[in-house]
């Protein structure tokens, strides 16, 4: 018994120090793409070519699933506040749950699960293929050459893709609230309009997207660069590129909502 | 015959060395897989390193590319000690040196003509049209000029691995190195990619190693082998002296004789016991 309870504690020992080693092994992996970023800018290009990949190609997941989400909140909303006489207010309801959470939260969750794991498959394949090796052998920094454009065009496209979650919901909103239910148009868009405060939602909202945008992006980013080299290892890099980044949007979204929108 | 290794050998007068290795020793974590290694490879010659898989030898590809650090001694390419360099120095070494991966490791997001042109665009400010001539002047030396505008998933591994091999040259390297040029190659393709080994490190006037276990497309080919077993060199010599050579384990490997030095069998507990027969007997 004594024995086993060494084995078990030695083993959570392990994880323990293994937990921290790549905590840390990840800082430096984040701080080196930062710091050799210089070619992103310089050959700009080649960033542009990962804003496409990475945001141009999420365009019609974001689109569909933002037309969704505003519709349901407009039935859900109008629904609600019916009871209370108040259905005008359904566009103030659609626009601030959209700008304040939804768009940004909702958007980061289908970019890590869009583009995060294909950026995870696809460098993790790289590094598996030998790809990285040749790069390497080449003398051409594989971090400032492949991760670094991915890594700035992750970020560039995120608040976009979360503006056009948010604008293509509130026009879901629209056409339910609106075109089928029959509320006011004038008084729909003009509740809006007095409601969502330009620097309070919109551009908390913005900054809650590049947030997760540099999260999502450099989760994926390092755990394809740290997969183990075989089918098994790329596999599981894309799974917890996805699970990590889960979390770390929702963790990072109640932060960021305490901070902004409760005077915390 | 395009090329004679006699007439090779004579015409070439004794030459420097490219590189030295020392007394190199190599460990992952505590397995060791390389110690004491000795080895030096004139300017200019096609020098073979054999053994079988797992014995270290793309390992010590590694060394000398200074992508490892020994754990002991010294690898010395051109007279600088390659785990002592900097960053910038040694992205300076490694653009005067190509290297060929076992299955190509072409870009499979570019084409072949950007595959070849990816070293000249990254490293040489040339106008794109001076990298399209060094580039069909490349893909022309490996024979594959009219394929400059397929994918690498449109090649067959034949073809990957000279596109492979007209990337590793794109820059003029003084060092090409080879990590198992042959593997999984039908004879043709094979034949192809060892002529190219020996006609480009001729036309370039630059110095090869050629990490294999295919013996005898090998021979043919090099100027000297070495050969390694267990993370140990154990025997060295030229082509012929390897052919001639009567050590029990280089002999089983030249001629692929099944059992020898080299067990058939993977060590493990006793057939008959596995089998339960000696509990039966008992």
New interface residues.
């Given amino acids: 018994m004594p024995e086993r309870a060494a084995k078990n504690l030695r083993s959570i020992g392990h994880q323990a120090v293994n937990g921290v080693w790549r905590l840390g092994y990840a800082s430096r992996f984040f701080l080196l793409t930062l710091l050799r970023s210089a070619i992103s800018f310089r050959r700009f290009r080649l960033t542009v070519k990962e804003i496409y990949f990475t945001g141009v190609l999420s365009l019609i997941i974001i689109i569909v699933s933002g037309l969704f989400v505003g519709m349901v909140l407009g039935l859900q909303g109008y629904e609600t506040l019916q009871k209370y006489g108040s259905s005008e207010a359904v566009g103030t309801l659609v626009a601030l749950s959209l700008t304040r959470e939804l768009g940004p939260v909702v958007a980061a969750l289908l970019f890590a699960s869009r583009a995060g794991s294909a950026m995870t498959a696809e460098i993790g394949l790289?590094k598996a293929?030998?790809?990285i090796?040749?790069m390497?052998?080449?003398?051409?920094?594989p971090i400032a050459?492949v991760v670094g454009p991915r890594f700035w065009g992750g970020v560039i496209s995120m608040p976009l893709l979360a503006a056009m979650f948010s604008a293509v919901g509130v026009f879901g909103g629209y056409l339910i609230a609106v075109v089928l239910i029959g509320v006011d148009e004038g008084a729909f868009w003009s509740q809006m309009q007095s409601a969502v405060d330009f620097r309070q939602d919109i551009v908390n909202g913005v900054i809650k997207s590049v947030v997760f945008g540099v999260a999502v992006t450099a989760i994926a980013l390092f755990e394809g660069y740290d997969a183990p080299p075989t089918a098994e290892g790329v596999s599981g890099a894309t799974t917890r590129t996805v699970v990590t980044s889960s979390l770390a949007i929702l963790g990072l979204d109640f932060v960021l909502t305490a901070f902004m929108f409760t005077g915390v | 015959m395009w090329f004679r290794i006699g007439g090779l050998q004579a015409a070439r007068a004794p030459m420097e060395n490219l590189v030295e290795i020392k007394d190199v020793s190599f460990s992952y974590d505590v397995r060791p897989v390389l110690t004491g290694i000795n080895m030096t490879v004139p300017r200019g010659k096609v020098v073979s390193i054999m053994g079988l898989s797992g014995c270290g030898k793309t390992t010590l590809l590694r060394l000398i590319g200074g992508v490892l650090k020994p754990t002991r001694g010294e690898v010395r390419v051109a007279g600088r000690v390659m785990h002592k360099l900097g960053q910038d120095e040694l992205y300076e070494m490694r653009r005067k040196m190509g290297m060929l991966f076992q299955f190509g490791a072409l870009f499979t997001d570019l084409s072949v003509f950007d595959n070849v042109a990816f070293q000249m665009r990254e490293h040489a400010e040339l106008p794109e049209a001076m990298v399209h001539d060094l580039v069909m002047m490349k893909l022309h030396a490996v024979g594959l000029r009219g394929a400059q505008a397929l994918m690498p998933s449109e090649l067959s591994g034949g073809m990957a691995r000279r596109v492979a091999l007209a990337r590793a040259i794109a820059l003029d390297p003084m060092l090409i190195m080879y990590d198992e040029p042959f593997t999984g190659l039908d004879p043709i393709s094979m034949g192809v990619i060892s002529n190219l080994i020996r006609r480009l490190n001729d036309a370039l006037g630059a110095t090869s190693i050629v990490v294999t276990h295919d013996v005898q497309e090998t021979l043919r080919i090099v100027d000297y082998v070495y050969f390694m077993s267990e993370g140990a060199v154990v025997t060295q010599g030229t082509p012929e002296e390897i052919r001639r050579s009567e050590t029990p384990f280089v002999h089983q490997f030249v001629w692929g004789e099944m059992d020898g030095p080299m067990p058939f069998h993977y060590p493990g507990s006793s057939y008959a016991g596995d089998l339960a027969l000696e509990a039966a007997g008992a």
């Fill in positions: 790289m293929t030998e790809q090796s040749a390497e052998m080449m003398a051409v920094d050459r």
